[in-house]
């Protein structure tokens, strides 16, 4: 009796928690799964690629259509004595802004279409999913806000789980046809109903959508450009060897950072749930306690990595061959990212976000650097250029807090 009202206090402690942990790794099992099941159902590298390369462009455009709003809500929040309806006017501003790039997007789309340009359908599943990443970036952190942060997923897990079915039901489909209605119905319907659904969605004026976005602007702007400059390091090499490798050469690249995303997403999943309470917590030995739990994840993580080569091989997904260097000097990079995009937090916190920009600049330099001196396969070198520059990342923003703390 006592074991069952003290296991029930237990899980009603942690209810949200787990909820979260369950809902979050449920979607992002289902972003890793979406490219490797196109692979696993056609055997298509270039359509793996395709895919690939939708999903890296769009990450780094969706980076900066929303004006650093959602790098800036959380600051907002705190400054404005944890006032919701700070962060309902900013979420307003986020409507209007992206009502704007669909009408934006609509046109081009038109054109492309007139034109009969071949890049229609590359067109239309960045763009949806590009403003599909920022709305769902937003509601992650504004439900972080109101405690809810499992609410998010009632949005985005639909959208992979109708884009899987999709791919199973057009795997036999025209391929280009296949992947843009597996990526940009669902993404777009997804998007349509936050939008038909939000409250006050036609008050905002256009000077408090301005305000919002200029306020924005001004925090966000250092860490938007250091974002940028990292997911460029990040996604050039695919970027790159889409346009200018073989088919093979890009296969083996994305394929060994679509595993390594692995740990990234446990990152994010973490640091998505505890993002609020690292922002407003002053307690020294919670902040240490959570770093010890957040490092044994991603440790765990990379062990999951590991085991998925020989779990996707079993399963009969085409794997590249050769690629075990490859990948080891990749998830280092994943690694060392993962740990300095952690303790930026602490830099955010602090409005010390000059800071970041200064060490994404000087990371961006060793990367380029050792990209032009490096002497060996392109691949590696693309590999060895993103760990050099992740490590250096991982040690300047450390070197920085330590600076910070000690002139306190």
């Not at 692979?39 to 990450?59: P, R």
């Not at 936050?194 to 036609?202: D, I, T």
């Not at 919002?212 to 050039?236: E, Q, R, T």
């Not at 602490?346 to 970041?356: D, K, Q, S, V």
Request: with cysteine; charged share 10%; net charge positive.
């Amino acid at each position: 009796m006592v074991g069952g009202v003290i296991t029930k206090r237990y899980f009603g402690a942690y209810k949200k928690f787990l909820s979260y942990a369950l809902l979050s790794y449920c979607e992002k099992g289902l972003i890793f799964c979406f490219p490797l099941l196109f692979l696993w159902l056609t055997k298509s590298q270039s359509g793996y690629n395709q895919v690939e390369y939708v999903f890296a462009v769009s990450a780094m455009l969706a980076l900066f259509l929303d004006g650093g709003l959602r790098i800036y809500v959380l600051y907002a929040y705190r400054q404005g004595q944890e006032s919701m309806e700070v962060v309902q006017r900013l979420f307003n501003c986020l409507r209007v802004m992206i009502k704007c790039y669909l009408l934006a997007a609509l046109l081009i789309w038109v054109a492309l279409w007139l034109a009969s340009s071949a890049y229609l359908h590359e067109f239309s599943n960045v763009a949806a999913r590009s403003l599909f990443l920022v709305m769902a970036a937003f509601l992650a952190v504004l439900y972080r806000i109101k405690d809810d942060p499992a609410r998010v997923f009632y949005y985005t897990i639909p959208v992979y789980l109708v884009g899987l079915s999709l791919l199973w039901l057009l795997a036999n489909a025209q391929e280009s046809q296949a992947i843009t209605l597996a990526i940009a119905v669902p993404h777009l319907v997804s998007l349509f109903v936050v939008m038909a659904s939000g409250r006050r969605a036609g008050e905002q004026r256009f000077s408090e959508v301005k305000a919002g976005l200029m306020s924005s602007l001004a925090y966000a702007w250092p860490v938007l450009l250091s974002v940028a400059l990292a997911m460029l390091i990040a996604n050039f090499g695919k970027i790159y060897a889409y346009t200018h490798l073989s088919e093979q050469q890009m296969f083996s690249l994305s394929f060994v950072q679509r595993l390594a995303l692995i740990v990234q997403l446990a990152h994010i999943s973490i640091t998505g749930y505890l993002a609020k309470k690292l922002f407003v917590s002053e307690s020294l030995s919670y902040h240490c306690r959570t770093f010890a739990l957040y490092a044994a994840a991603l440790m765990m993580a990379c062990i999951l990595s590991f085991i998925s080569i020989y779990v996707l091989d079993y399963l009969s997904v085409p794997v590249p061959v050769g690629i075990s260097g490859l990948f080891l000097v990749v998830m280092l990079y994943v690694v060392c990212w993962c740990i300095a995009a952690y303790l930026e937090i602490y830099l955010n916190r602090a409005n010390r976000n000059g800071n970041i920009l200064i060490g994404t600049v000087l990371s961006m330099c060793v990367y380029c650097s050792v990209l032009y001196l490096f002497d060996s396969d392109v691949l590696m070198a693309f590999a060895v250029s993103m760990a050099a520059s992740s490590m250096f990342y991982m040690l300047f923003i450390s070197l920085s807090l330590v600076w910070m703390k000690n002139k306190k």
